[in-house]
């Protein structure tokens, strides 16, 4: 594929902040496949973890294959940041989760299915001059995981088949899990799950997380569901049959009329294709031993699924 990416120094507050931001609502439009829209190139940004810059990959290069002209300003920050420069025009797309999306725009949100935060969402976004493309089927959220052999031991396939070991069962994760209400307080209240002991990790379901579990000092673990984790270590992810846990599909967000048609169409085409197994995969290769880089590994991606472009 043809590289015709700039990338941009991220300035002022974007570098001092992490970021996620989102959207739903009407067709974008505006631009030719030229430029992409209005005002030029398209710049393109990721909040500052490996996946977010991952799947801004998959976007800026998808967009460049459908012959318009793009930017990168990857790794900005966190929401606080990159709602405002989506906004304010500094950035134009950035991929976000639905779910954390909707409860940074509306904080007493309660949506918590897929077709309820999809709903949700337009409104949200348009009191910030925002939009959203389509979502896709991969998610990133908060899951309950189990090794192969626990699971086969207890016959686990579902979270609330937990339930039937609360005399063995032990449960790590982020010290906040105690108090979430979609962690210990709703597991006890949705599923009547309550573990004997509960094991305080501040790692954010990762290498500690995940070594606690794999040797044996917990039997379920808060694992994010794109851990790479759950393929290198053979671990289940128990069925969330309830959607106990909030959707976190993964979308493009992008300031209300600033993509052309021609854009929309790129990057719904990549939404269409990603998969929760196939951000797994994309996590292991950047941070797993191969160390690949985000635009390699999302290059890869794309020309196996045919959406490189010419």
């Given at each position: 594929m043809g590289r015709r990416l700039h990338t941009t120094a991220t300035v002022g507050a974007l570098t001092s902040l992490l970021v996620l931001a989102g959207c739903g609502g009407d067709p974008l439009s505006g631009g030719d496949a030229s430029d992409g829209g209005e005002d030029g190139p398209i710049v393109v940004s990721s909040a500052n973890f490996t996946e977010s810059e991952i799947i801004g990959n998959l976007y800026a290069q998808a967009l460049e294959g459908a012959g318009l002209e793009v930017e990168t300003s990857f790794n900005i920050g966190s929401r606080e940041a990159y709602?405002?420069?989506?906004?304010?025009?500094?950035?134009?797309?950035?991929?976000?989760?639905?779910?954390?999306?909707?409860?940074?725009?509306?904080?007493?949100?309660?949506?918590?299915s897929e077709d309820a935060i999809t709903a949700a969402l337009p409104d949200a976004l348009a009191e910030e001059g925002l939009v959203s493309l389509e979502a896709s089927e991969a998610e990133n959220k908060d899951s309950l995981v189990v090794t192969q052999e626990t699971a086969e031991e207890w016959d686990l396939t579902t979270i609330a088949d937990l339930a039937e070991h609360n005399d063995e069962l032990t449960i790590a994760g982020p010290p906040e899990?105690?108090?979430?209400?979609?962690?210990?307080p709703g597991l006890e209240e949705s599923f009547d799950i309550v573990p004997t002991a509960f094991e305080p990790i501040s790692d954010g379901g990762g290498p500690a997380t995940v070594?606690?579990?794999?040797?044996?000092?917990?039997?379920?673990?808060?694992?994010?569901?794109?851990?790479?984790?759950?393929?290198?270590?053979?671990?289940?992810?128990?069925e969330d049959e309830t959607g106990h846990f909030p959707a976190q599909n993964v979308l493009p967000i992008a300031r209300d009329g600033?993509?052309?048609p021609e854009a929309q169409d790129a990057l719904d085409a990549v939404s269409a294709e990603l998969t929760t197994e196939d951000l797994i995969d994309l996590n292991l290769r950047v941070s797993g031993d191969e160390k690949a880089e985000p635009a390699t590994a999302a290059a890869d991606w794309l020309e196996e699924r045919g959406l490189a472009g010419s």
């Amino acid at each position: 594929m043809g590289r015709r990416l700039h990338t941009t120094a991220t300035v002022g507050a974007l570098t001092s902040l992490l970021v996620l931001a989102g959207c739903g609502g009407d067709p974008l439009s505006g631009g030719d496949a030229s430029d992409g829209g209005e005002d030029g190139p398209i710049v393109v940004s990721s909040a500052n973890f490996t996946e977010s810059e991952i799947i801004g990959n998959l976007y800026a290069q998808a967009l460049e294959g459908a012959g318009l002209e793009v930017e990168t300003s990857f790794n900005i920050g966190s929401r606080e940041a990159y709602v405002p420069a989506l906004s304010d025009g500094s950035i134009d797309v950035i991929p976000d989760y639905t779910g954390n999306l909707l409860l940074f725009l509306d904080p007493e949100a309660d949506a918590s299915s897929e077709d309820a935060i999809t709903a949700a969402l337009p409104d949200a976004l348009a009191e910030e001059g925002l939009v959203s493309l389509e979502a896709s089927e991969a998610e990133n959220k908060d899951s309950l995981v189990v090794t192969q052999e626990t699971a086969e031991e207890w016959d686990l396939t579902t979270i609330a088949d937990l339930a039937e070991h609360n005399d063995e069962l032990t449960i790590a994760g982020p010290p906040e899990f105690a108090e979430r209400a979609v962690g210990l307080p709703g597991l006890e209240e949705s599923f009547d799950i309550v573990p004997t002991a509960f094991e305080p990790i501040s790692d954010g379901g990762g290498p500690a997380t995940v070594a606690a579990l794999v040797d044996g000092d917990v039997s379920a673990a808060n694992i994010f569901s794109t851990s790479p984790a759950i393929k290198t270590d053979d671990l289940v992810v128990l069925e969330d049959e309830t959607g106990h846990f909030p959707a976190q599909n993964v979308l493009p967000i992008a300031r209300d009329g600033r993509l052309s048609p021609e854009a929309q169409d790129a990057l719904d085409a990549v939404s269409a294709e990603l998969t929760t197994e196939d951000l797994i995969d994309l996590n292991l290769r950047v941070s797993g031993d191969e160390k690949a880089e985000p635009a390699t590994a999302a290059a890869d991606w794309l020309e196996e699924r045919g959406l490189a472009g010419s």
